[in-house]
């Protein structure tokens, strides 16, 4: 079981920091926050709504307009220009007439505006993950999910990346929910929940944790 | 532009040797029926071509007891009043023997068809005489015009050479006449008269007692769709006669019905080879799906609905359909444009008669393109299956 009798709340606006070792759980904490995999037992509540009740085409609703995803190696469509990657989400929830200047707005403020019409194999891996911030971002989602999003950067990249996510977190007042190996990197946060064999436990000094249960 | 159409083009585009691949699939199904329907069907209206103008007409006119008494040139004028009616010519068919000496060597052919016909109405109803490809068309009462395989086993007759005919006339006495090879007939496919004499119809007449007998009226029409309401017309006005009128499809339907079978088999391949060619695109896009496990897990994840990863594959089919029908259909009318314009025929067989099918190349392109709808179904529902999380663990 990779997790077992977990239970915790996130508030609005909190930026919180999921640790623990490889295979501990945390991954799988993230897809089921993200409804991209079902608990066997127990439910998941966002804004007030059963998420485990939810059939697949309003799972994907909900995914689409409540939460944004940001991966570890970026996964942007590769077919797709940086600008089109960020609107896709949009796209699929029903273009309007701001989307483009949203999009345009969130590459300048993650710092690709001259970069906006670049296919993404063309990019570095900092641009690329800054993109999928961007698109993380651009259907102002209640949370942001996201695995290992520095794990697959340089540590001077990764610091800004870090950087960027906080202050975007600040400025629109977005829950960001990260998962990562690296807890240093992300200084002070809102919350820590570190996973441990399948459980969560508050705080991450093994000597003052906590069980979310 | 949507961004399914986008993403359908876009990932496609990107596997280029896939999409070659598939497009290459239903240009090629369309090519084999547009060849076959070329190179059969070409053949098939090619002999119908050289019977209608050989031999039967749009129309021919017999009689249940063998030969007509009525006066032809009486039947003739009845017939050239009719507006659809372009030339009728009267004939008298039998058969007859044949020998001739040459270089002091006697040849002899017996059961050689021989046809009567009166050679100013003849070559307004027929173009055998185009087929006389040395001397002249039977321009005398006493001359002969030899197909080219009588005149070879005759030991090579030439213009100008004597030949000696022998008929049975309608009492049952040898009636033999000599006469004069005025030409020789030679027909691609061997359609024509090859195998067969041609005199003038009042010789043939005189040698088997029958003055004013004829045995068929070919009817030329200028309008042959009127064929069948020319025919109807004609044995309504002649109802106490025992003439038998037939359209072309009518008089050569022993020659053509195992020709027409033959074509009903080949378009069958066509049409296999059509499904092999769905088979193709099913397996492309499986190839095309698996190549693209991780894309359709991260649209899952960023909120694309089944439906619209169904529609961004069936999308991506309507592309293929779409080239490859273009294509194969250009490609098609091409061949078939070469065979009209090259009069392409093999080894001095008949040349295909090549007509532009409208219905049937878009019949062909339609089958084709909703085929690759189709084919594409099956991949797509494949990929709509695909769990995010898992797909997105594809590298």
């Known amino acids: 079981m990779a997790l077992d009798n977990v239970s915790f709340s996130i508030e609005q606006g909190e930026f919180v920091l999921v640790v623990g070792s490889s295979g501990s759980g945390k991954s799988t904490l993230l897809n089921m926050i993200g409804l991209l ?8 509540f966002i804004d007030g709504i059963d998420t485990t009740t939810l059939g697949d085409n309003k799972t994907s609703s909900f995914r689409n307009k409540k939460l944004g995803f940001i991966f570890q190696f970026s996964n942007l469509l590769s077919d797709l220009s940086i600008l089109e990657n960020v609107l896709l989400p949009r796209q699929i929830a029903g273009t309007n007439s701001t989307s483009e200047k949203d999009a345009r707005d969130l590459l300048k403020a993650v710092g690709l505006e001259d970069q906006m019409h670049q296919r993404t194999n063309n990019i570095s891996g ?6 999928a911030i961007a698109r993380g971002l651009i259907n102002k989602p ?7 999003p520095t794990g697959n950067l340089d540590s001077v990249t990764s610091k800004t990346i870090v950087q960027l996510m906080k202050s975007m977190a600040k400025k629109l007042n977005q829950t960001f929910i990260i998962v ?7 200084g002070d946060v809102d919350r820590v929940i570190t996973i441990k064999d399948g459980k969560a436990f508050k705080g991450d000094h093994p000597s003052e944790m906590e069980i979310y249960a | 532009m949507d ?28 090519m084999v029926i547009h060849v076959n329907f070329v190179i059969f069907q070409g053949l098939f209206d090619a002999i119908v071509r050289d019977i209608t103008n050989y031999r039967n007409g749009d129309i021919l006119v017999t009689d249940e007891s063998d030969y007509i008494n009525k006066s032809d040139l009486s039947l003739v004028n009845w017939f050239e009043r009719i507006p659809y009616v372009d030339a009728v010519a009267p004939r008298l068919s039998s058969t007859a023997e044949m020998n001739m000496t040459k270089n002091g060597k006697r040849f002899e052919e017996t ?25 002249n068309y039977v321009f005398s009462r006493n001359s002969i015009v030899l197909g080219s395989i009588v005149a070879r086993d005759l030991g090579g007759a030439q213009v100008g050479d004597s030949v000696k005919v022998l008929v049975v006339d309608r009492w049952g006495q040898d009636q033999i006449r000599r006469f004069t090879v005025s030409g020789i007939a030679n027909s691609p496919g061997g359609q024509g008269f090859d195998y067969t004499a041609v005199v003038h119809i009042d010789s043939l007449r005189d040698m088997l007692s029958r003055t004013g007998e004829t045995s068929s009226f070919m009817v030329k029409l200028n309008d042959p769709s009127k064929a069948l309401e020319v025919k109807e017309f004609f044995l309504r006005s002649f109802p106490n006669d025992d003439f038998i009128a037939e359209t072309i499809e009518e008089s050569a339907e022993q020659q ?20 092999s060619s769905a088979f193709a695109i099913v397996t492309i896009q499986m190839m095309l799906v698996n190549g693209k496990t991780k894309e359709i897990g ?38 078939t444009f070469y065979a009209k314009e090259t009069k392409m025929s093999w080894n001095n067989s008949l040349p295909l008669e090549v007509t532009y099918n409208w219905g049937k190349i878009i019949q062909t392109a339609l089958t084709s393109f909703i085929l690759a709808i189709i084919a594409s179904l099956y991949p797509s529902y494949r990929a709509t299956k695909l769990l995010p999380v898992e797909a997105m663990r594809t590298v």
Do not use: W
């Open chain 1, 37 to 44: 995999d079902n608990p066997t037992n127990g439910k998941i």
């Open chain 1, 126 to 131: 900092g641009q690329a993950q800054r993109a």
């Open chain 1, 142 to 148: 209640s949370i942001v999910l996201a695995d290992e």
């Open chain 1, 180 to 186: 990562t190996h690296d807890r240093q990197q992300f």
């Open chain 2, 3 to 30: 961004y399914r159409l986008r993403l359908a083009k876009r990932m496609l585009f990107s596997k280029r040797g896939s999409l070659i691949g598939a497009v290459l699939a239903v240009t090629i199904g369309i």
């Open chain 2, 111 to 135: 059961r050689v068809p021989i046809v009567g016909v009166d050679p100013f109405r003849d070559i307004r109803a027929s173009t055998v005489h185009e087929t006389v490809t040395e001397g």
């Open chain 2, 256 to 275: 053509l019905a195992g020709f027409r079978s033959g074509i009903a088999m080949i378009n069958i391949i066509g049409y296999f080879g059509m499904m």
């Open chain 2, 298 to 335: 991260i649209l899952r994840a960023i909120g694309a609905k089944r439906k619209d990863i169904l529609i961004i594959f069936i999308l991506q089919g309507m592309i293929i359909g779409a080239i490859g029908t273009g294509v194969g259909t250009a490609a098609g009318l091409g061949y």
